[in-house]
């Protein structure tokens, strides 16, 4: 078996394509030949030969593996059935279809319950506000310590101070220094103290020497404990 790189190409893999009734749908030599055929990405093909799953309604399988079968008269092995509420093409789930076998297995009655929950649910989280009908994100208050200003979210944040959301919420974490500039979570309704120094929220930039004093008088208060 060669080697993979510049120099040895992979070895070539010839595959077998089996209707759910184990005949034989097709014959190729190259992967690359079924891929243009069919038009589908050559790991969904790999992952029918090594996992067993359906890519175009079909079951693949490797040359080799499908001769010893056949050789072994094991035709049943070759055989599968294909599951009515995919579409046979992608194979993903049908339109409207209700993921789980649970749901065919409950009764009308309990269906129509089902449903009315559902429906009430959705109709009390349109009115909260959360649209998206899923868990409402957790906003941490952040206030970054260089300046003094304090805000509502993460994005508010990054959005002033131009620097991305997962990079503040890291130094706030962690309490290291990005882009110049220290941040720290707050707690809603929380005095607003550091280390025994209040920040204070300015409504507008403060001038650089404001900045400075204030940064170091964080630092002074930090490295005293």
């Given at each position: 078996?060669?080697?993979?790189?510049?120099?040895?190409?992979?070895?070539?893999?010839?595959?077998?394509?089996?209707?759910?009734?184990?005949?034989?749908?097709?014959?190729?030599?190259?992967?690359?030949?079924?891929?243009?055929?069919?038009?589908?990405?050559?790991?969904?093909?790999t992952?029918?030969?090594k996992?067993?799953?359906?890519?175009?309604?079909?079951?693949?399988?490797?040359?080799?593996?499908?001769r010893?079968i056949?050789?072994?008269?094991?035709?049943?092995?070759?055989?599968?059935?294909l599951?009515?509420?995919?579409?046979?093409?992608?194979?993903?789930?049908k339109?409207?279809?209700?993921f789980?076998?649970?749901?065919?297995?409950?009764?009308?009655?309990?269906?129509?319950?089902?449903?009315?929950?559902?429906?009430?649910?959705?109709?009390?989280?349109?009115?909260?506000?959360?649209?998206?009908?899923?868990?409402?994100k957790?906003e941490?208050?952040?206030?970054?310590?260089?300046?003094?200003?304090?805000y509502?979210?993460?994005?508010?944040?990054?959005?002033?101070?131009?620097?991305?959301?997962?990079?503040?919420?890291?130094?706030?974490?962690?309490?290291?220094?990005?882009?110049?500039?220290?941040?720290?979570?707050?707690?809603?309704?929380s005095?607003?103290?550091?280390?025994?120094?209040?920040?204070?929220?300015f409504?507008?930039?403060?001038?650089?020497?404001?900045?400075?004093a204030l940064?170091?008088?964080t630092?002074?208060?930090y490295y005293?404990?």
């Amino acid at each position: 078996m060669g080697t993979k790189g510049y120099k040895h190409p992979g070895r070539k893999h010839s595959v077998v394509a089996v209707n759910p009734d184990g005949s034989i749908a097709g014959y190729f030599e190259f992967i690359k030949d079924a891929v243009d055929k069919y038009g589908m990405d050559r790991h969904s093909i790999t992952d029918s030969c090594k996992r067993g799953t359906i890519c175009r309604g079909l079951r693949w399988w490797y040359e080799e593996e499908f001769r010893e079968i056949y050789l072994r008269g094991e035709f049943d092995k070759l055989k599968y059935t294909l599951d009515p509420n995919r579409d046979r093409l992608t194979y993903h789930f049908k339109k409207g279809h209700k993921f789980g076998n649970g749901w065919d297995r409950c009764s009308e009655e309990k269906k129509q319950k089902r449903r009315e929950l559902a429906r009430e649910r959705a109709m009390q989280m349109i009115h909260e506000g959360h649209k998206n009908f899923g868990k409402p994100k957790m906003e941490k208050p952040v206030r970054c310590i260089t300046t003094g200003k304090e805000y509502d979210s993460l994005k508010a944040c990054s959005a002033d101070v131009g620097i991305p959301q997962n990079q503040i919420g890291r130094a706030a974490k962690l309490g290291v220094v990005t882009h110049k500039k220290r941040f720290e979570f707050i707690e809603k309704d929380s005095p607003k103290y550091l280390y025994g120094v209040e920040h204070i929220a300015f409504s507008s930039s403060p001038c650089k020497s404001t900045i400075e004093a204030l940064d170091k008088l964080t630092k002074e208060a930090y490295y005293s404990k």
